[in-house]
């Protein structure tokens, strides 16, 4: 939603707020987000659940990223078809509606599953906060066992077969969304 | 009462000065083809009248009503790019069906009627299935005909419909365009192809410097044309035909 605002004009204000969201969280690691979140914010009184912490981090980091391929892809859909839609009588909701948008969706899919990918790689980060994920339940299991190798190798496996079935749903969606061309 | 009159539209962008005060009255059934050299304003003064570009001063009159802020000229005025600008992802009917039935709110089966019978007209009956990437240069122009003649507009502008087009496909396009002209559409049709707008055409004006040097008929302009830009330009054009 911020990636379709940010591609209209809008109030300077209303810009600013959105765009210094996009770029703080784009510009600045992710696990200094983490932390921020985690252990910054109690100092100011908001204390917040470590799942909690990183499930709005990663939220919001993510949704940085793929705000710009959202507002990348509605910007790449060509003047003429918002000119043609605007001749033929469609107002500003129907051209992002039925013209735009699904214009812009083909263009979005292959950088947006690319994000999803990233995104489940990047839950390992949370092993950072005090949060039981598959990293860390992975480091736990080590700590225990002292077998690494299987344990890292299972781990690598189990993390391939989440990000590789996005890029399978992903050639099935751009199939679909590509059908006209 | 002209349908559509324009009167000292100017229209800049920065320093240069494209419309230097146009006026012009199109009577309905008129067949207005606009020619001059690149640059001399003719798309600007056709995105004008579409409501593309807002004029800096100056008035446009459709029926003797302001049309271009109130929303009053939605649906009245067509347009022909010369890139098309068909829905890709609609196939050849739907681009006729979408606008009828998201704008007009008409029932789906009425809407699928008239994409039939506009498909047949512009000779597509067979291409009704097919996404607009799988037809020629041809055929998407006569598709974007059709698409804009399902909103029945009083006046379609034509903005180089066939520049882009190799000529075999603008003599299909321009057949269209004749057909339609037999049928009384109101049209404007900014073109370089003066043999083939010749011999329909009930206007022509010549447009140099953002500003209407000749307005007459074919005769006038390509016969006995007294005006030096004008001539000089035919020549040009002759030239270039060659």
Known sequence: MVGALRSHKLPKIISFILGFYVEFFRCTPLIVQLFFVYYGMPTIGVKIDPVFASIVTMGLNSGAYMSENVRGSILSVDKGQYEAAKLLGFNSFQVNRYIVLPQAIRVAIPAFMNGFSTMIKETSMASVLPVIELTKLGNQIYAKTYHPFEIYISLGVLYFVMTYSMTFVARKLERKATKWQ | ?242
């Open chain 2, 1 to 242: 009462m002209a349908m559509i009159d324009i009167k000292d539209l100017k229209k800049s962008f920065g320093s240069n000065h494209v419309l230097n005060g146009v006026n012009l009255s199109v009577n309905r059934g008129d067949i207005v083809a606009i020619i001059g050299s690149s640059g001399s304003g003719k798309s600007t003064l056709v995105r004008c009248i579409a409501g593309l570009e807002k004029p800096d001063t100056g008035q446009i009159l459709l029926n003797g009503e302001e049309y271009l802020d109130d929303g009053k000229g939605v649906g009245k005025i067509g347009m022909v790019f010369q890139n098309f600008n068909l829905f890709p992802h609609y196939t050849a009917r739907e681009n006729i069906t979408k606008p009828l039935t998201i704008v007009k709110k008409m029932e789906a089966s009425a809407a699928d009627e008239i994409a039939e019978k506009l498909l047949r007209k512009v000779k597509l009956e067979n291409a009704a299935n097919q996404y607009p990437a799988t037809l020629s240069g041809g055929q998407k122009q006569r598709l974007a005909i059709a698409r804009s003649l399902a909103m029945e507009p009083e006046i379609i502008v034509f903005d180089e419909p066939t520049s882009s087009l190799d000529p075999s496909l603008a003599h299909e396009v321009f057949q269209t365009i004749k057909e339609l002209a037999a049928e009384g559409q109101t049209m404007l049709i900014v073109t370089h192809q003066i043999n083939a707008i010749k011999n329909f055409a009930t206007r022509v004006v010549f447009l140099n410097d953002g500003i209407i040097e000749v307005d007459g008929t074919c005769g006038e302009v390509f016969e006995n044309p007294t005006n030096e830009n004008l001539k000089d330009f035919l020549q040009m054009v002759e030239f270039d035909d060659l």
